[in-house]
């Protein structure tokens, strides 16, 4: 076990989701609290289960706080702090879903998702952006044409899908 | 024999020419996700869920099956070419496979662990048709208490015993039930959760949370983290037959492979990283050349490839007898049942035999599509492996869209498939398994309601879980498994 200064750095993220959990538990608990219920089920009320989650939650986000500052969060491949975030493709993959959620509404499907699409590669490093909107495209017809007409599920209308 | 005479009526139905081309289809695109690295069975069947709406239910599971044999397939052959695990389950298999591979024998450790899939899956889908009506029979009487006592023995060891924190594993089982709860409670009509908002009414969709989680959420860590186009695709060197050598040390590994398996994953605590982990271990014990383990000992990849896919047919026995799904694969099959209004558990094997042994029955046929996909045709998968990671995850997302939009049309949902897809993220970054949240959302609201029937026949009385001797033992062994670990390493210091 790797023993280190409780409240350094490496430790401050473990803590944070640990508190995290705490908050989280917390508000499961109020909202349990809101929860009419009705004398007839009083002996089996629907507030039992809210009840134990949020309980068993606080404690292990408690736990989770303990493990955290005793900086016994077991380390993994997953979490190393060796290689900080890249923000700038974090930058561009919130982007492409930020653009697709406020887009596909009033253009639809095809549209929306080829910006997603253009977006997420750029945040994988391609800097060919022609060839990318090629295949958007490409993928996003096969993609609308597969699931509306092959399988028949409604993807909703929008600017290209009107044409289809 | 009225076992035999129910399979031979499930061949009747598994061998028509649709079925057919449902199961090929299945086999294919299993083997395609479980090749992709960040694609997974689990994944795939959400996105798919929809057609079962338009689809025949036989027709679906045959398909579901299909994806599900075949990633298991496919994961293999990324883990010995590309030594990275598509899934917990491979982490053996790329120890050694790729070492084989990295000395020029990479068709020689794709060819036994697709013929030990293949021997391991057949075996184990006999163990599942013959062992499925006996479980059936000892279920039937169980009444409500103990099934409530049995889904809480599989939510530890599911979330508890087999991940790499119990404490992890469990907060992620909470949020799970959690979003299991949300919407109007079924028995009094209340909402719950629901922060006032209709969308809400009718629960979160399984299809969002698992898109998110699995699709999303691994997008995002993948960007934060770098953690892609560092890998080299070995390419495929040697011959696909084996050499007498390789025969002789594979089968026996493949058979003991089978036999640690299959039983762990029949079991209701499922998993296939213990059985995986376990068959390395014994095939390194018994090998008579243990100096090649490490440097690509052929039977570390013939053992552990065997107990994957065995363990993988286990896992269906609780999920078709009791309906109790022990990974996220089962646990979305389990939502597909609900969505055709079936109810997996004792009775279905008598309600819906077709179903079932037409399901069964594909699977045998899906093994034998399967090597016949893996082995020949294995360029082909190789070069799935090789298209670039921008292309790769853009398409995820753009599925990952199309998916969850078909559900509502409403950008409400892609607004929580993001914010899911954050959490995931979070989950992957601070090492929280995505399963037992699946799970948790599958069968909390089912752990509910026989939680519930057993205190409304108990007159709110709550030692009836106690009192009852069967529901008693699976109590005291899910405190057994949750306490157990912690206390032995207490012991040992």
């Not at chain 1, 949020?54 to 404690?59: C, F, I, K, P, R």
């Not at chain 1, 499907?109 to 909107?133: E, M, P, Q």
């Not at chain 2, 990633?71 to 790729?98: D, F, H, K, Q, R």
Request: aromatic share 10%; glycine share 12%; charged share 10%.
């Amino acid at each position: 076990m790797n023993l280190r200064i409780p409240g350094s750095s490496k430790n401050r993220g473990p803590a944070l989701v640990g508190t995290g959990v705490v908050v989280f538990a917390l508000v499961v608990l109020w909202q349990t609290t809101q929860i009419p219920v009705s004398p007839l089920y009083s002996k089996v009320s629907p507030t039992i289960f809210p009840y134990m989650v949020a309980g068993g939650l606080l404690l292990l986000g408690l736990a989770l706080i303990a493990q955290a500052w005793r900086g016994e969060w077991g380390e993994t491949d997953a979490y190393s702090d060796d290689q900080p975030t890249d923000r700038r493709s974090l930058g561009w993959l919130a982007l492409g879903l930020i653009l697709n959620v406020a887009l596909i509404d009033a253009l639809g499907f095809v549209i929306a998702s080829t910006l997603l699409f253009v977006c997420t590669a750029r945040a994988f490093g391609s800097l060919n952006w022609k060839r990318d909107l090629g295949i958007a495209v490409a993928l996003a017809l096969i993609a609308y044409l597969g699931f509306a007409k092959l399988l028949g599920i409604s993807i909703g209308a929008g600017v290209l899908e009107g044409i289809l | 024999m009225e076992t035999f005479d129910a399979l031979m009526q499930g061949f009747a139905v598994a061998i028509t020419p649709v079925n057919l081309l449902w199961a090929l289809a299945g086999c294919t695109l299993g083997t395609a996700v479980g090749v992709l690295p960040g694609l997974g069975p689990a994944l795939t069947i959400a996105l798919l869920l929809p057609i079962t709406f338009k689809v025949e239910a036989t027709a679906a599971f045959i398909l579901f099956a299909g994806i599900y044999y075949g990633a298991m397939y496919g994961g293999s052959t990324t883990s010995i070419l590309l030594n990275t695990p598509g899934e917990s389950a491979t982490i053996v298999t790329a120890l050694e496979g790729n070492r084989m591979a990295r000395k020029g024998r990479a068709a020689a450790a794709l060819a036994t662990a697709a013929i030990g899939s293949f021997v391991a899956g057949t075996i184990a889908t006999i163990g599942l048709t013959f062992l499925a009506p006996v479980v059936v029979e000892f279920a039937l009487k169980f009444g409500p208490a103990e099934y409530f006592s049995l889904m809480v023995l599989a939510f530890v060891t599911v979330s508890a015993v087999l991940g790499s924190s119990a404490l992890r594993g469990l907060a992620c089982l909470f949020f799970g039930i959690w979003l299991g709860l949300i919407g109007i409670d079924l028995q009094t009509g209340q909402p719950r959760f629901t922060f006032g908002l209709v969308e809400l009414l009718d629960g979160i969709n399984v299809i969002v949370v698992a898109v998110g989680l699995f699709a999303v959420g691994e997008t995002l860590y993948l960007a934060a983290r770098h953690r892609y186009g560092n890998d080299e695709v070995i390419p495929m060197t040697g011959s696909l037959w084996m050499t007498v050598e390789d025969w002789a040390r594979s089968w026996k590994a493949w058979l003991r492979g089978t036999f640690i398996g299959f039983p762990i994953g029949a079991m209701p605590a499922g998993g296939a990283e213990v059985p995986t982990f376990l068959s390395y271990y014994v095939e390194k014990k018994l090998s008579k050349k243990p100096e090649e383990f490490g440097h690509g000992a052929i039977e570390g990849v013939a053992g552990p490839e065997a107990a994957n896919n065995a363990s993988a047919a286990g896992v269906l026995v609780p999920m078709l007898t009791l309906g109790l799904p022990t990974s996220a694969t089962a646990a979305i099959m389990l939502s597909a049942f609900q969505s055709y209004g079936i109810n997996p558990g004792p009775l279905l094997l008598q309600n819906q035999p077709q179903l079932v042994w037409g399901l069964i029955a594909s699977l045998y046929i899906g093994n034998v599509m399967l090597i016949v996909l893996n082995l020949p045709l294995v360029g082909l998968w190789v070069k799935i492996l090789q298209i670039p990671a921008p292309l790769l995850y853009g398409g995820i997302l753009v599925f990952a869209t199309i998916g969850t939009y078909g559900i509502s049309q409403s950008w409400i949902d892609l607004l929580l498939l993001y914010a899911i897809g954050g959490v995931g993220y979070l989950m992957r970054r601070y090492d929280f398994p995505a399963a037992p949240v699946i799970i948790g959302m599958i069968l909390g609201p089912l752990a509910e309601q026989e939680f519930r029937r057993a205190m409304t026949i108990n007159q709110g009385d709550p030692s009836v879980f106690l009192t009852k001797p069967l529901s008693a033992v699976l109590l005291a062994l899910a405190l057994a498994a949750l306490l157990g670990p912690h206390l032995y390493r207490r012991l040992k210091r």
